[in-house]
Structures are given as structure tokens and as C-alpha cells.
């Protein structure tokens, strides 16, 4: 089944202690892209890559970071999670960048 | 600056009616504009979309006008059921670009 993939689904934690969140997806896209979602702000871009070893910054890339050593995996890593980034995160994927993407099922993180 | 923005943040329709969902951007160089919808607890899912040649597309109860000179986009929803209680985005590339722009949501809800 073609499919984006996240995990944790959920996560506390603490401020301060470094986090991953994994992306993973299985239909060989060229493009990924991390998205947060928070309430009356829509989905608002974090990170995305054209490629592996492309990266580039979104709209609110602060306070994250991102790799793409290969094609299937994107991660999305937070080295001092501050409470300001409690929020809905979702990771995207797609054959080509402002094609259809498809979504991962989110991962609800609150840093305490 | 780009944006994609929404006029109603909420609808409400009763059951068998149609609606109407609607969207403003800005920037007149998108060339590809895409619709999801987002179930409560799950990723946003691909609709329909439309490119910048088009004016008019239709789906299985969903149609999709883009009116290019008041850069306006809206989703047409035939004969509502509750299953289409869900948010809406509306979302806005161009070719060459490298993000993916979405509007803030509008959340549908279906009376019985």
C-alpha cells in the first residue's frame, strides 16, 4: 500500500531534550516536506527537499532541522524543544515538487 | 506578498444540499492549485485539483472553479453528505516554485 508513514504518533516531552520524528514513504517521490499545523494558521512549511542531500527551508524553519540521506526517509529533528513548537506536525510527499501530495497521519508533540 | 486565504471559516449546510467552498490567492503566477480535505484526526487528503489552463474540472460530486482574473478558486460539493464533514484547504504552487502554499481551512459541516 502506498503510504506516508510517521512516528511517533504522539509525543511529551520536556524542553530542551533533543527529539526525531521519522518520515518515511514507499512511492519513490523526489519531494518530501514537513509541515506544522496550528489552530486558525493552517499548514505552514517547515522544511521540504527536492531530493536526497537537497534540502531547503520553508516558511518557519526555526528551532529545526532536517536530512535526506535517502530517498525514502526525511526526519524532521528538533535539538532544544522549546514549548512554542507543541503543535500538529505532518509530513508530505510527492513524485515532483507542486504535484498532488500525499500526507502522513501527523504527529502530535507537546513540549512541556 | 503570496498568500492563499479563505473566505468563510466555517459552513454549515444541511444534508443533500450543495456547497460551496471558497478561496482567494494572490499570486498570479501559480499555475497549479489543489484542493484537500482534513478528517479529524488524519492527514489532509487530495480532492481535486486544477491547472491555470483550466477553468472548470469535475470529479465523482466535486467540481472546481478557477476564475484567474479576480484570482479566486472554489470546490463545489454535490448533494452534501455527513461523510463530507471535514476541513477544507485550498492550496496554490507554481511551475518552478518550490513550496506549496495553503490557505488557513474551512471547516464543512453537514446537518442531518
Known amino acids: 500500500e502506498a503510504q506516508v508513514t510517521q512516528n511517533p504518533r504522539y509525543l511529551i516531552t520536556v524542553t530542551g531534550k533533543k527529539l526525531t520524528v521519522t518520515c518515511s514513504q514507499n512511492?519513490?517521490?523526489?519531494?518530501m516536506s514537513w509541515y506544522r499545523q496550528d489552530p486558525g494558521l493552517g499548514l505552514r512549511q517547515i522544511y521540504y527537499?527536492?531530493?536526497?542531500?537537497?534540502?531547503d527551508k520553508g516558511d518557519v524553519p526555526e528551532g529545526y532541522k532536517v536530512s535526506r540521506k535517502e530517498k525514502r526517509n526525511f526526519p524532521l529533528i528538533l535539538e532544544s524543544p522549546s514549548p512554542n513548537q507543541t503543535s500538529l506536525y505532518f509530513c508530505a510527499s510527492s513524485l515532483i515538487q507542486g504535484d498532488e501530495q500525499f500526507f502522513g497521519p501527523g504527529t502530535r508533540l507537546t513540549v512541556l | 506578498g503570496e498568500s492563499v486565504g479563505l473566505h468563510l471559516p466555517t459552513l454549515s449546510v444541511q444534508e443533500g444540499d450543495n456547497s460551496i467552498i471558497n478561496c482567494a490567492y494572490s499570486?498570479?503566477?501559480?499555475?497549479?492549485f489543489i484542493w484537500y480535505k482534513q478528517e479529524s484526526g488524519k492527514g489532509p487528503q487530495f480532492i481535486i485539483d486544477i491547472r491555470s489552463n483550466m477553468d472548470k474540472r469535475q470529479g465523482q460530486r466535486v467540481t472546481v472553479l478557477l476564475n484567474k482574473t479576480v484570482k479566486h478558486l472554489s470546490l463545489q460539493i454535490a448533494a452534501t453528505q455527513p461523510g463530507d464533514s471535514a476541513v477544507y484547504f485550498c492550496a496554490e504552487s507554481y511551475t518552478g516554485g518550490f513550496k506549496t502554499i495553503f490557505g488557513a481551512g474551512t471547516r464543512l459541516f453537514v446537518k442531518a
Open positions: 527537499s527536492m531530493n536526497v542531500e537537497v534540502t
Open positions: 512511492m519513490n517521490h523526489e519531494y
Open positions: 499570486n498570479s503566477a501559480s499555475d497549479y
